[in-house]
């Protein structure tokens, strides 16, 4: 949980780093071995290997997917793209995302630390032992 703590961390802290992630340029030895006792840890929780890639793929997924999407939402927040709330309201009509607009501050709130982990102890097969 501490190392998908600290990446999402470090993201968003460095947002030229996203994009490079998957290539060749975000893989070194270090970043390796964090990785291998993540995956060693998981294995053992886990007890298979096809359980702990599951848990794994899953929980670095939610890390990398909501660190991509605060990043956009900073972007056009800090580019005024939406404009207020009621020039949004405005432009849209009763039917058009409703449920989503009601939602919107509680899906905005999502953008914070204490949500990100609750959120990833669910994930985390060690942390649903302890629940």
Same mark, same amino acid.
């Given at each position: 949980?501490?190392?998908?703590?600290?990446?999402?961390?470090?993201?968003?802290?460095?947002?030229?780093?996203?994009?490079?992630?998957?290539?060749? *340029?975000?893989?070194?030895?270090?970043?390796?071995?964090?990785?291998?006792?993540?995956?060693?840890?998981?294995?053992?929780?886990?007890?298979?290997?096809?359980?702990?890639?599951?848990?794994?793929?899953?929980?670095?997924?939610?890390?990398?997917?909501?660190?991509?999407?605060?990043?956009?939402?900073?972007?056009?927040?800090?580019?005024?793209?939406?404009?207020?709330?009621?020039?949004?309201?405005?432009?849209?009509?009763?039917?058009?995302? *409703?449920?989503?607009?009601?939602?919107?501050?509680?899906?905005?709130?999502?953008?914070?630390?204490?949500?990100?982990?609750?959120?990833?102890?669910?994930?985390?097969?060690?942390?649903?032992?302890?629940?």
């Amino acid at each position: 949980l501490e190392c998908f703590r600290r990446m999402r961390e470090a993201l968003l802290s460095h947002p030229g780093v996203t994009p490079l992630l998957g290539t060749g *340029a975000s893989v070194s030895a270090e970043s390796l071995g964090v990785l291998e006792q993540v995956v060693a840890g998981l294995r053992e929780v886990c007890g298979s290997d096809a359980a702990a890639a599951e848990s794994f793929y899953a929980m670095l997924s939610f890390t990398v997917g909501t660190v991509h999407i605060e990043q956009g939402m900073r972007r056009v927040l800090n580019a005024g793209e939406l404009g207020s709330a009621s020039e949004l309201s405005a432009r849209l009509s009763p039917r058009d995302g *409703a449920t989503l607009l009601r939602l919107a501050p509680q899906v905005v709130a999502q953008a914070d630390e204490g949500p990100f982990m609750r959120t990833l102890e669910r994930l985390c097969p060690q942390a649903q032992l302890r629940i």
